[in-house]
C-alpha cells in the first residue's frame, strides 16, 4: 500500500521540481501529464471511486454511528470516493481529507462542495436580485467574497452559478438564476465564474465554480418543479446554451446537469448535450457531476430499468460523478467487467476530476482549504459594506408618483406596517448557506438607522405571512385569514405622513420545490394593502420577494412602488439608503413582470407570429380579457432623476461579416439628481432561415450622469452579434436588414437599422 503513496509522491516531487525549473508550474501539458500518470496507478475500483459523491449529513468529527456511516467512512479509508458535499468547518473537512490521505492506498484528495448560491456567511442579494444591479463588477465582487468566506470554512467547490434560463415566474428557482435573458444570463455567469475561481483556481483563496442546470431545468412545464422540458433545438441553441458556452470558454471547473428530461431524454442521460456539445464541440476539460440522484431517478423516468441501466446510461451520455445517488458506486465496475461499459469513458471521467483537482492545488495541499487560522483574517465588517452596496445597487424602481420618493425631511411621521417589515429572516432568502436566520438587518430597522430624532416612525405588523415552521425541505403554511393585527396598523396608518408597507413572499416561498400557481400577493396580504389604502393615500410599497410578482391592483393604485428582492444581510439598510434618497436607484429588471398569471411563461424576447396584430377584430396573437404585453417589461426600472435619449447614430448603414458598426447615442441627465443609467442595445433579425424574436439584448452600459450631464455612450456591432443557429444548423449571420434599438427598457426604444451583406 505504501509504496504506491510513495510512487506517487515521488512522481509528483519531480513534476514539481522540474516545473519550477521551467516555470510551467500550471501549464495545461504539465497538468495533463500528471493526471495521466495517477491515472496510470489507479485500480478499476479506486477510478469508479472518483466517481461517487457523498453528502456528509453525518458526524464526521464524532464516532461513526450506524452502518451507513460506518459504511461510508470505510469507503473514504479505501480512496472509493471523488468527493462530499456538506462538510463544513476546517476541522471536519481536514478529518473527511485525512481519512482519505492517511488511509488510503493512492491518496487523492477529496474535493468539498456546498451551495453557495449567493454569499456564504454575509449574503448578498438571491442571484435574480443581483442581476437586477447589471453591474457584472459588482457580482464579480459578491462571489470574490463567498469564495474567500467558504474557504475560511473548508468548502472548496460551489454549486453555482445557476444560469438556466426561466421565463415562468411560477417557477419557484427563478430566483437562483439571472432570468430570461440569455445575453445578460451570459455575461453575469463570466463575472460570477470569474470572481469564484480567480485567475488561478490553485490560489487557496478561490474555489470552483459550478454552471447549472445542464439544459433545460428553467423551462419546467408549467413552472411545476422537476417538470418535463419541450424545447426543439433552435430554441435550445439560441436560448439555453449560450449561458452555457460562455461558461465554459470562461474556464468553468464543473458543470451539473439537470433533473428533467427534454423531448423524450433525461438531461443526466443526454449524450448529444453532454458527450457531443459541450465536451465534443465545445472542448470543455472540465466534469459533469449529476445533480442530487438524478442518475437513479432515470429509473422513475422510465428511461433506465433499474439502477445498474441508469448508470450505464449516464456514463455514456458523459455524466462523471453521482452525487448522492449510489448507480456507479453500486454497478459501474460491473458493467466494464462485463463488457457493457468501455474502461475508456471511466478512464475520461476520473481524468477530467483529477484535472480539476490539479488545477486546484489539492495534489500539492489536501489541507490548503482547511486552514483553521483563515477565518481570523476574513475581514467580515467590509463584506457587510460591499453587500450594502451591491443591494442598494439591486433595488428596482418601478413606480414613484407624486414624487412620494426619496423620502422628504418634510416626512416627520412614518408607519412602517407590514409582515415583513420587521422580518429579519426573509432577506437572508432560500439556499441561504451559512447566513444565520434572523441575521439581516429589517426594513423597520434600515428606517430607524436612516432617520433623525425629529422623525416618528411606528410599526404594525398588520398580520403573519407564513405560519409555523420554516425550513427548506417542509412547505410553507400561509395565514390565509389571520386579520386580527389589522386594526392596529390601519390606526398608525391613519396618524402618519407616509406609510412603509413591506409586503411579499417568505423566504421559502421561492427556491427549490417551491413552484406556485398564484404569484400574487400570498395569504392575507392584498385585503391589508387596500385596508391601509383606503386610510392613507401616501403608501410606499416595498416589494421582498425571489419571483415575479402578480401586482396589478398596487401597480394601478398605490402611488409608489420598489421591489426589492431578497437583498440578504443587509436588505434593510440597503432599502433605506434607496427610500431616503442616499443612493439613487439604478436597478432594471432581469424577468418581466406579468399583469395576470395566465401571460407565464412570459419574455420579452418573444417570435412575432404569423399574426401579431389586427386592429379590427379578435384573430391575433393576444388574450381576450387581458393585454399581452408585461405590466412592467425586461429591462425596466426608474430613477430619481430622468433620463433623456437623442438619435441613434449608426457609423455606417451596411456591414460585413468581418466589418463593424459603432452605435452612438447621447444620454442626458435631465432630472435634478445624479443618477446612473443601464444604457441597454437590441437588435433584431428581420428576415432569416429561422424565425427569430422581435427583440434581443446584445449589449449594456452603465452610464453615471450627473444633472445636465450628457454622454456619448458607444456600442460596436460585430458579426458575433448577429450570429445564431440557423436552418442548417449552423452558428452563423446571415445577410439582411437588421434592426438597431437603444434604449433604458425593453420597450422604450429609439430605433435604426443597417443592412448585412
Ligand atoms: C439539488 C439542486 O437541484 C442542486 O442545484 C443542488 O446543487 C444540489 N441539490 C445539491 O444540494
Not at 454575509?122 to 474567500?148: C, K, Q
Not at 453575469?188 to 470569474?194: F, G, M, R, Y
Not at 452600459?701 to 456591432?717: C, R, W
Request: charged share 25%.
Amino acid at each position: 500500500m505504501k509504496t504506491y503513496k510513495l510512487l506517487l509522491l515521488g512522481l509528483f516531487c519531480s513534476i514539481v521540481g522540474k516545473a519550477q525549473e521551467t516555470n510551467i508550474k500550471s501549464s495545461v501539458e504539465n497538468v495533463e501529464t500528471k493526471v495521466d500518470s495517477v491515472l496510470a496507478l489507479m485500480t478499476l475500483e479506486e477510478k469508479v471511486g472518483q466517481m461517487v459523491q457523498y453528502s456528509g449529513s453525518w458526524d464526521l468529527t464524532g464516532p461513526a454511528t450506524g452502518d451507513q456511516n460506518q459504511y461510508r467512512e470505510d469507503r473514504l479509508k479505501q480512496g472509493l470516493v471523488g468527493s462530499m458535499l456538506n462538510v463544513l468547518s476546517p476541522e471536519a473537512t481536514r478529518e473527511a481529507q485525512k481519512l482519505v490521505m492517511e488511509n488510503s492506498r493512492l491518496g487523492i484528495p477529496l474535493m468539498i462542495g456546498y451551495d453557495v448560491i449567493h454569499g456564504y456567511k454575509t449574503i448578498f442579494p438571491v442571484p435574480l436580485g443581483e442581476t437586477a444591479s447589471w453591474d457584472l463588477d459588482a457580482m464579480e465582487r459578491s462571489a470574490r467574497i463567498a469564495a474567500i468566506e467558504s474557504v475560511a470554512d473548508g468548502v472548496n467547490w460551489t454549486f453555482s452559478p445557476m444560469i438556466d434560463i426561466s421565463r415562468d415566474a411560477r417557477w419557484g428557482r427563478i430566483m437562483e438564476g439571472s432570468g430570461e435573458d440569455p445575453f445578460l444570463t451570459s455575461k453575469v455567469a463570466v463575472a460570477k465564474i470569474k470572481g469564484y475561481q480567480g485567475d488561478d483556481l490553485a490560489d487557496p483563496t478561490t474555489i470552483a465554480a459550478t454552471a447549472k442546470h445542464f439544459v433545460g431545468y428553467g423551462l419546467a412545464e408549467a413552472g411545476r418543479d422537476y417538470n418535463t422540458v419541450h424545447i426543439g433545438e433552435n430554441e435550445m441553441h439560441n436560448t439555453l446554451l449560450p449561458p452555457f458556452k460562455a461558461a465554459a470558454d470562461a474556464g468553468v471547473a464543473t458543470v451539473m446537469n439537470a433533473f428533467n428530461d427534454l423531448d423524450g431524454i433525461p438531461a443526466t442521460g443526454h449524450r448529444i448535450l453532454q458527450r457531443d456539445i459541450l465536451k465534443g464541440d465545445w472542448d470543455w476539460d472540465g466534469f459533469i457531476v449529476s445533480d442530487w440522484g438524478s442518475i437513479i431517478e432515470m429509473v422513475n423516468h422510465g428511461f433506465a430499468r433499474d439502477r445498474k441501466h441508469a448508470a450505464e446510461i449516464a456514463v455514456k451520455a458523459g455524466s462523471d460523478m453521482d452525487m448522492e445517488g449510489g448507480a456507479y458506486e453500486n454497478a459501474l465496475e460491473e458493467l466494464v467487467e462485463e463488457g457493457e461499459v468501455d474502461e475508456e469513458l471511466i478512464n475520461d471521467a476520473v481524468r477530467r476530476i483529477l484535472r480539476v483537482k490539479f488545477k486546484m492545488g489539492l495534489f500539492e495541499d489536501p489541507y490548503r482549504y482547511s486552514n483553521p487560522d483563515f477565518a481570523a483574517t476574513v475581514d467580515y465588517d467590509e463584506h457587510r459594506e460591499v453587500a450594502r452596496e451591491i443591494a442598494s445597487k439591486s433595488i428596482v424602481l418601478l413606480k414613484n408618483e407624486k414624487e412620494l420618493l426619496p423620502i422628504k425631511p418634510s416626512v416627520k411621521n412614518i408607519a412602517v406596517i407590514g409582515p415583513l417589515a420587521d422580518d429579519k429572516d426573509t432577506p437572508i432568502g432560500n439556499w441561504r448557506a451559512q447566513g444565520e436566520a434572523n441575521s439581516a438587518v429589517s426594513l423597520l430597522e434600515g428606517i430607524r438607522n436612516a432617520v433623525g430624532q425629529d422623525v416618528n416612525v411606528t410599526y404594525a405588523k398588520g398580520a403573519d405571512l407564513g405560519m409555523g415552521e420554516r425550513s427548506f425541505l417542509k412547505p410553507l403554511k400561509i395565514n390565509e385569514t389571520d386579520t386580527s393585527g389589522f386594526a392596529d396598523a390601519i390606526a398608525k396608518a391613519k396618524e402618519a405622513d407616509l406609510v412603509v408597507l413591506a409586503l411579499g413572499e417568505d423566504a421559502f416561498q421561492t427556491g427549490e420545490g417551491r413552484s406556485q400557481v398564484d404569484i400574487g400577493l400570498a395569504g392575507v396580504q392584498d385585503e391589508l394593502l387596500q385596508e391601509i389604502y383606503k386610510v392613507n393615500k401616501n403608501v410606499v410599497l416595498v416589494l421582498q420577494n425571489g419571483r415575479p410578482l402578480e401586482i396589478s391592483w398596487a401597480a394601478e393604485n398605490v402611488p409608489a412602488i420598489v421591489e426589492a428582492w431578497l437583498l440578504g444581510t443587509e436588505s434593510g439598510n440597503a432599502i433605506a439608503d434607496v427610500l431616503f434618497g442616499k443612493y439613487n436607484p439604478s436597478g432594471k429588471l432581469p424577468v418581466s413582470f406579468p399583469r395576470a398569471v395566465g401571460q407565464e411563461p412570459l419574455y420579452y424576447n418573444q417570435k412575432n407570429t404569423g399574426r401579431p396584430s389586427n386592429p379590427t377584430d379578435v384573430t391575433y396573437s393576444a388574450y381576450t380579457d387581458e393585454e399581452k404585453t408585461a405590466l412592467y417589461p425586461f429591462g425596466y426600472g426608474l430613477s430619481y432623476t430622468t433620463f433623456e435619449y437623442g438619435d441613434i447614430n449608426l457609423s455606417s448603414k451596411e456591414m460585413t461579416q468581418e466589418g463593424s458598426i459603432e452605435v452612438t447615442v447621447p444620454v442626458t441627465n435631465s432630472g435634478s439628481k445624479a443618477g446612473r443609467e443601464v444604457v441597454q442595445l437590441y437588435l433584431r433579425d428581420m428576415v432569416a432561415s429561422t424565425t427569430r424574436p422581435v427583440i434581443e439584448l446584445k449589449g449594456f452600459e452603465l452610464v453615471d450622469l450627473q444633472p445636465g450631464e450628457t454622454k456619448e455612450v458607444t456600442f460596436t456591432i460585430t458579426n458575433d452579434l448577429l450570429e445564431f443557429y440557423n436552418a442548417e444548423k449552423k452558428w452563423t449571420s446571415e445577410p439582411g436588414e437588421f434592426r438597431v434599438m437603444v434604449g433604458g427598457n425593453s420597450r422604450d426604444l429609439k430605433m435604426d437599422s443597417f443592412e448585412l451583406q
